[in-house]
């Protein structure tokens, strides 16, 4: 959990900007043009009772927020305070916020996704995040799938135009108002239960390479 001195030095911040945030994301998707392709699977996998690891890429998240609300997630966010405005923009959508990341009190956080997918939650991950190199997936969502024994569901995003920030290391798209979107799920990734470095880091490089194409496939779709 967030330290009492996070919150507050957060202060006055704390309180308005994930409501800014939560009010750009809410008007900008009411007015996208949105095609989603293969959203049929995750319902499939909902009705026979599977929870899954989500996974998708740092930069493209805008457009999932709006899709994604109102499903069972649990989002890690980290112990920053950048963390502590991301937990409080997104549990205003209705998602499960576990605290910790990749550099510090990651463990943690596995623990407690893990926890909420025993009670009938799916799992997020940004998986070149959180701060890349972009496109380069990290263990975390891997290892979690392996442990849980759960399949991965690769989901990417795009729209045309957009606002694409080309200093940010993950080039962050937040789509112009009125534009054309597309939300793309890839078919699910079985992992086996080795956890071995090995065969961890080749699963990573398959995940990598799945995300990398369907990126590209809803580029294709969205106009580029």
Known sequence: MPTEDVKENLGFT????????????RSI?????????GVDTIDRL?????????????????LL????????????SSLSRDGELQ?????????????????????SGLIGLKKLMEN??????AVDGPKGPINEVKPGAVYLAKKVGAPLLP?????????????????YMIPFPFSRGV????????MDSDLGEEAVERDCIRLQEVLIKLQKEADRIAGY
């Open 65 to 76: 927020i709006g899709h994604l609300r109102g499903r069972k997630l649990g989002v890690m």
């Open 155 to 171: 989901l990417v995003a795009s729209a045309k135009p957009a606002h694409i920030f080309h200093k940010a290391w993950d080039k």
């Open 29 to 37: 998707c009411l007015t996208v043009s949105l095609k989603v392709v």
């Open 120 to 125: 009938g939650y799916h799992s997020t991950f």
């Open 46 to 62: 909902e009705s026979a009772g599977v929870e899954v690891v989500i996974v998708f890429f740092h930069g493209r998240q805008f």
């Open 183 to 190: 939300v793309l799920y890839g078919d699910p990734i079985y």
């Open 87 to 107: 937990s409080r923009t997104l549990s205003g959508f209705g998602f499960r916020i576990v605290r910790g990341s990749a550099s510090r009190g990651g463990a």
């Open 14 to 25: 704390g309180w308005l900007v994930p409501r800014l945030v939560r009010t750009l994301i």
